[in-house]
């Protein structure tokens, strides 16, 4: 069951790849401030849309009964 279509699919890859990113390229120091972690852990928030883009199905369309993909 696929609700995104296309261009949505590649927004959310793109942008949680972007995200990810943050983990691997983020503080290579060893002393990490707080507002470091902060960024460090957001970095892994982009598992989210590179999930849901690459299977083509956002869990809250399907909750609000709407989608992209018509």
């Known amino acids: ?3 995104l279509n296309i261009s949505g699919q590649l927004i959310r890859i793109i942008f949680g790849l972007l995200l990810i990113a ?5 503080p ?3 002393l990490l401030t707080v507002e470091h972690m902060r960024q460090w852990y957001l970095g892994w928030l982009g598992l989210l849309p590179l999930i ?3 299977v ?4 809250v369309y399907a ?5 992209h993909k018509k």
């Open 1 to 3: 069951m696929c609700n």
């Open 22 to 26: 943050l983990v691997w390229l983020g």
């Open 28 to 30: 290579q120091t060893q």
């Open 52 to 54: 849901s883009g690459t």
């Open 56 to 59: 083509a199905f956002f869990p």
């Open 63 to 67: 909750i609000l009964g709407d989608g």
